[in-house]
């Protein structure tokens, strides 16, 4: 079973990881040999010029931001250092969070709900479901891992809200939002809502590793002094910046990601009996009526030119009727798309 994207052979064109294409292996060619240097050296120990550099994008203080080593760096050292006692996710939903809490001790609850509802019914059956569960720390992935549905700004609001009565948390994590350009649901006036970002997603660097966490003064304060020297890795804080700094490629991305979501949308309705799910990111969610995810993985797997999709039976609420497929360029989803319709005909679809 599948447990994350991006865990197939090499050679496999892989739909299962949500990665932006648009950022190439020529580019990033180009940076490494420009920062070849910072391979020489010790980085900088608190990544401050990236650091800076996000935080006045952002209009924020950097004494309430920490970078990581990726998000899930950042994930695991707040609950190292929150240690909360009680937390409850949205599912389905990516599953470290499950992990990182439960590694101190956290019982956390799942609480399902009826994904394919409007926004606003999906908002007030989890919040009516909330007023049962009084938890220290509530998760929130805005945009969710794997459906793509995001939150509407009154729902986090009021649940940060609600939250802050019983002195609780809300996480959210906001790794996908850049791909429509969502605006960050970070405040500072509130001490309970602490935000988390992954870099590797929008930037395409999943092997280099860059993420941040946005949060109370205190927790951000505990998070640096705790943080191991010379975690964040030299190429990887000036390669981001350079990326970050690029209005070229977030032109090419948007171009991109709308003309794709368009075509990938349209390509996979016609296949019949398969739903194709609302998203607001990189990724689309798609039920089928009679086909399985490991089915279908075994046979594009097994084809001259193979490739995977992200089965998705080992999220909380899906099952193996439910795949996730990564938006790719337009060649590798056309490929893509005439290998699923082979498939639909060859399985009288
Ligand atoms: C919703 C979500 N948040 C965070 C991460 C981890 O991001 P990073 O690569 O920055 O650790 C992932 C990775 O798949 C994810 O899906």
């Known amino acids: 079973m599948m447990i994350h994207g991006g865990s197939f052979e090499d050679g496999v064109l892989d739909f299962s990881v949500n990665t932006n294409p648009c950022v190439t292996k020529e580019m990033m060619e180009t940076l490494l040999v420009k920062h070849a240097d910072k391979g020489l050296v010790y980085p900088d120990i608190d990544g401050e010029e990236l650091l800076q550099s996000i935080c006045s994008q952002m209009a924020i203080e950097p004494s309430r931001m920490v970078l990581g080593n990726g998000a899930t760096d950042c994930l695991y050292r707040m609950a190292a250092t929150l240690k909360p006692k009680t937390a409850v996710l949205i599912e389905p939903t990516f599953s470290e969070y499950r992990k990182a809490l439960s590694l101190h001790g956290c019982d956390v609850y799942s609480l399902t709900y009826d994904f394919k509802a409007s926004k606003s019914m999906a908002e007030a059956q989890i919040l009516d479901q909330l007023k049962k569960v009084k938890a220290e720390m509530v998760v929130l992935c805005h945009p969710n891992n794997p459906t793509g549905h995001c939150y509407s700004e009154d729902f986090i609001a009021q649940l940060v809200k609600n939250q802050k009565v019983q002195k609780g948390y809300v996480l959210v994590d906001e790794s996908f939002r850049f791909f429509e350009d969502i605006v960050s649901c970070y405040k500072k006036d509130e001490w309970n809502l602490i935000v988390l970002t992954s870099l590797t997603k929008y930037y395409g660097i999943p092997g280099l590793r860059i993420g941040y966490m946005t949060g109370n003064h205190s927790l951000i304060e505990t998070m640096k002094k705790s943080q191991m020297p010379w975690t964040l890795n030299g190429l990887a804080l000036t390669v981001t910046k350079d990326l970050m700094d690029n209005q070229g490629l977030k032109e090419a991305t948007t171009a991109w990601y709308n003309s794709e979501k368009i075509y990938i949308n349209n390509a996979l309705s016609d296949l019949k009996g398969l739903e194709v ?73």
């Not at 990724?283 to 490991?294: A, H, I, P, Q, S």
């Not at 609420?317 to 290998?339: A, P, V, W």
């Open 277 to 349: 799910l609302k998203s607001t990111t990189n990724y689309v969610l798609c039920f089928m009526d009679e086909f399985l995810g490991t089915e279908i993985n075994q046979w594009l797997l097994a084809q001259s030119e193979p490739m995977g999709i992200r089965e998705c039976g080992d999220f909380g609420g899906l099952s193996d009727s439910y795949i996730r497929i990564g938006l790719k360029s337009h060649e590798d989803n056309e490929k893509l798309i005439h290998q699923l319709e082979e498939y639909w005909r060859l399985n009288n679809g």
